[in-house]
Every structure is written in structure tokens, then in C-alpha cells.
């Protein structure tokens, strides 16, 4: 507890689902939160980024299926903002529509604790855009009216459907999936002429989107034949009638995969956003993470006699950047590497090289260790110094290639390798549902923390997409259902994915 210090309170906005829709400053905030009080509607992607040191407290709510009711909830901000801690209220959509983030800030001011509010992108304006339905269209309607679909059990409606009807603009309906026979009803009985287009629109925004459009009169019953579940947005009005035409969301590549991306957290960015930018829903949550080693003193001692090396080698992108850093805190001169032949493994390695000014002199073609030692010892003379700044769980076989072929080896270990596991989404219930097509591995260590991570899951149902040879025979060892991509790259692997896609839907 924090001493005689009043925290604050911000109510987040998590948008929709897609966390990609999440704001920038929504995420700001929650990577800066000590407490975060999140419901059953922020999506997945949004609870990845939620920081691993950060205490987070459940109160997910759904209609008739409450975990902890509002006013606990108003006490659990108060007491914690009370502790002087920054809290983060994450709420699906936006706070102050149908979030009762006005109840939330009540308790808040009468008790003197400062606030913030961070709109997020609503769901009766994105779900709809997600399935090609404009809430607004000059052909059609001057107005769009957003209604919640939720009431109390054993009461009626207090809606007035007849003005609803009157308004000529389009209707959204949000929490009103179990009551939507009484929705329709209320607007026939309103006036409202029974063959006027009207959708139901299931999970919008994510990888399990589903749409029906009919008419009022006909959406209860077809919905039903679906089986369209909550969460779900009603939309009423001559819009629906556009929705194959302007639908796009479904055209893209990989609309409809949900991915997990197991890379390290400062490495899996640049991934998650290829899938994404092809239409997958992705989920970062890394199974390692990487520390730099405390003790630079062997690193030290190596860059006081750097003279005598031919050859340095560079085995991950991680290993560049957490190395370099390390040249920065012993106040080595870069110029001391001048002499010094440079050896990378893959696209990524090279490409944070080249970020220093430094373009390897050696890269294999196929992006592997042993592949590396290889072509190094086909390179080097024998009897050649080589430098080995990598992972304390590097590849042994690499090494053991370059003694063979009589180069001289100095390993050192320059960030450890650390398992890390997460208790926001049950990955194992995930897979065993099949609501995760397929995880992407870009290392052995990565599907290694994976297996540590998810110890109940059977491995059989993970299909698995690994960068190499070497991550592919570390799945399979596992059992999972495993491809590999032609080449060690972000774009090979992007294609793979795709690939893999394309074929569950011939399947």
C-alpha cells in the first residue's frame, strides 16, 4: 500500500474488439496503470498489452450473469485509488454509452479522487462499418439512434417504439441478442413495415464476426437457425440492404484466422501488425522475454582485446540490440569492431545491424545455426578467432560446427532467455475449442516457453507455424501439427500463415 498518497482513476474505452481500434492514448495510459479493473467484453488483443507487473482485478459482466455488481465495482476503484494507486477502469466500447461510467465517477468525486476519461470507438458505429453497413447514408436516413437492447427480467420495455418508427433514421440495438423476438415485435407493433432490412451482427470487429441480414420481421427466426449468440448489435433500417455490397472486412486474406504470436514482447510488434494489415485477429502473448546479464565483466574483458578476434557473430536481432547496449554502458568505441568481419543469422539480424551502420559480410541462406556454421567454416580460415555474443541457451550445434572445421570459439552470454506465462485467457481452452487457428513460433525457445506456459493444452490440437527447421522439429517433438517457412523472415512466415488459412478453408 502507498503511503498518504490519493491515486486516480481513468475509464478506458476498449473499443470493439479489434485492438487495432483501441486509441493510442487508451494505450498509453494502460501501460502506465498499477490496477486494472477490466469486464468480459474488452477484447482479447486489448488484455495482451495489459503489462505483466500490473495487479488486475475481474468484475466481468454480462446481461443476467454478474460477476461482481456495480456498486462493488464503484467501492473496488474508490479502495484502490484510496491505496494511491494509478488504476485503469478498462471497459468494452466506450465508457459513457450503455458503460455506466457516469455511476463509476460518482463515488469518485463525492470521495475527492481525480479522474480521466478516454473515450474509445463504440460498437453501434464500428461493428456495423466492419460488416459494410453505414449507420448514416443520404439515400437512406438523416439519423441513427442507438437503443439498449437489455431489460430487467420480468419487466417490459420502456422504449417508445412507435417514436422509434416515427424517426425514419436507422435503429442499433446493443445487449439485446436474448430479447430481440421482443424488439422486433415492438417495432412491427410501432408501425414499422415488416419487410424493412434489419441485421444481427455477432462478435464484430474479431476473427469470429458473423452476420444475418433479413427483415424485421424475418431476423428472430433466422438468427435462431444460426445460432447467433451475445455479444451481438441489432441493426434496423434500410443501411442492412447494403451490407453485401459494401462488405470488406471478409475479402481480406486472413479474415476469420485468429493467430497467436508467441515472440519475444519487444520483437512480436512487427509481426502482429503484417497479420493484422491481413485481416487476422492476433494475440501477442509471448511465452519468453529476454534480460540483459548483469555481469558484463567477461564482455568487458573480450572488448579489451578485441585485436585478436577475425570474426563476430550475430545469431538474433535481440542479441544485436541488447549487445550494442552493452558497448554503450562499458563506453566501448564502436569503432573498436572496424577490423572485425561481421557474420549475421536471418533477415531480422541484419536489419538491426544495418541500423547501426553495420552490413553483414556473411548471412546463409537458409536462416538456420547450423546452416550459419556452415558457411562460416567455408568462409574462415582454420585457426580464426570468431566472437560469440548470444543467448545463454544458444544452439550448441553452431559451435560445434566452427571447432570442427578448426575456428576458435569465444561464447559469451549476453541475455538470458525467461519463461513467461500469463492468466488472462485460458490459451488451453483456446485451442481445445478451436477458436485459435494457428500459433507462430520463430524460435525453438519460443515453442519451448510455450509448452511451459500452456502445460494442460493437448499439443495435438496447435497448429503451429515456425520460422525454421529447428522450431519445426521443437513443435514436433510436442505433437503439434506443425509448417515451415521457406524462408527465416516476418514475410515468410506471413505467407505461411496465409497458406495454412487457405487450407482449413478448403478442409
Not at 476503484?77 to 465517477?105: H, I, Q, S
Not at 540483459?292 to 572488448?303: A, T
Not at 490459451?427 to 525453438?444: H, Q, R
Request: charged content about 25%; overall charge negative.
Amino acid at each position: 500500500m502507498k503511503d498518504q498518497k490519493i491515486g486516480k482513476v481513468w475509464l478506458v474505452g476498449a473499443g470493439p474488439g479489434d485492438i487495432g481500434l483501441f486509441t493510442r492514448k487508451g494505450m498509453e495510459v494502460l501501460e502506465q496503470a498499477e490496477v486494472v479493473v477490466y469486464d468480459s467484453l474488452v477484447g482479447q488483443g486489448v488484455l495482451s498489452q495489459i503489462p505483466e507487473h500490473t495487479r488486475k482485478i475481474y468484475v466481468g459482466k454480462r446481461a443476467s450473469n454478474h460477476t461482481m455488481p456495480q456498486e462493488q465495482i464503484n467501492e473496488v476503484l474508490l479502495e484502490e485509488a484510496k491505496k494511491g494507486y494509478r488504476v485503469v477502469r478498462l471497459k468494452g466500447g466506450d465508457p459513457f454509452l450503455f458503460g455506466r461510467g457516469g455511476e463509476e465517477l460518482e463515488l469518485l468525486e463525492e470521495n475527492g479522487i481525480p479522474f480521466e476519461i478516454v473515450p474509445g470507438v463504440t460498437s453501434p458505429l464500428a461493428v456495423p462499418a466492419y460488416n459494410g453497413i453505414p449507420v448514416t447514408h443520404r439515400d437512406y436516413c438523416s439519423s441513427v439512434h442507438i437503443i439498449t437492447g437489455h431489460k430487467r427480467a420480468g419487466k417490459e420495455y420502456d422504449i417508445n417504439f412507435q417514436a422509434l418508427v416515427e424517426a425514419k433514421g436507422t435503429l442499433v440495438f446493443l445487449m439485446g441478442v436474448t430479447a430481440l423476438p421482443d424488439i422486433c415485435k415492438g417495432l412491427l407493433d410501432g408501425g414499422m413495415d415488416p419487410s424493412m432490412p434489419a441485421a444481427i451482427l455477432q462478435q464484430g470487429t474479431t476473427s469470429r464476426q458473423r452476420r444475418v441480414v433479413a427483415t424485421v420481421s424475418t431476423l428472430p427466426e433466422e438468427a435462431k437457425k444460426q445460432g447467433i449468440q451475445a455479444p451481438a448489435v441489432i441493426v434496423v433500417g434500410q443501411v442492412c440492404s447494403l451490407a453485401d455490397r459494401f462488405a470488406w472486412y471478409e475479402e481480406l486474406p486472413l479474415a476469420g484466422c485468429k493467430v497467436l504470436v508467441t515472440r519475444p514482447r519487444d520483437l512480436s510488434s512487427v509481426m502482429a501488425s503484417r497479420l493484422r494489415r491481413q485481416g487476422a485477429e492476433v494475440l501477442e502473448l509471448p511465452a519468453i522475454a529476454t534480460k540483459p546479464v548483469e555481469d558484463l565483466s567477461k564482455i568487458k574483458e573480450i572488448c579489451g582485446r578485441l585485436e585478436e578476434f577475425q570474426w563476430i557473430v550475430f545469431t538474433s536481432p535481440t542479441g544485436v540490440k541488447v549487445f550494442f547496449h552493452q558497448l554503450q554502458e562499458l563506453e566501448v568505441d564502436i569503432r573498436r569492431l572496424g577490423k572485425l568481419s561481421v557474420a549475421a543469422l536471418g533477415e531480422g539480424t541484419s536489419k538491426e545491424l544495418k541500423k547501426r551502420g553495420i552490413f553483414p559480410d556473411l548471412m546463409p541462406e537458409m536462416f538456420e545455426g547450423e546452416a550459419l556454421g556452415h558457411a562460416l567454416a567455408e568462409e574462415a580460415s582454420p585457426g580464426e578467432r570468431i566472437f560469440l555474443p548470444r543467448a545463454s541457451m544458444g544452439n550448441p550445434k553452431l559451435v560445434e560446427i566452427l571447432e570442427e572445421a578448426k575456428l576458435v570459439v569465444e561464447e559469451v552470454a549476453t541475455y538470458d532467455t525467461i519463461y513467461e506465462t500469463q492468466d488472462l485467457i485460458d490459451l488451453a481452452e483456446e485451442f481445445e475449442n478451436g477458436t485459435i487457428d494457428c500459433a507462430v513460433f520463430t524460435s525453438s525457445s519460443s515453442v519451448h516457453g510455450f509448452s511451459k506456459a500452456v502445460k494442460d493444452l493437448d499439443f495435438s490440437k496447435v497448429r503451429a507455424a515456425c520460422i525454421g527447421r529447428q522450431t519445426q522439429a521443437k513443435a514436433d517433438e510436442l505433437g503439434m501439427k506443425t509448417y515451415v517457412a521457406e524462408k527465416a523472415s516476418i514475410d515468410s512466415v506471413v505467407e505461411l500463415v496465409r497458406h495454412m488459412a487457405e487450407e482449413e478453408r478448403r478442409n
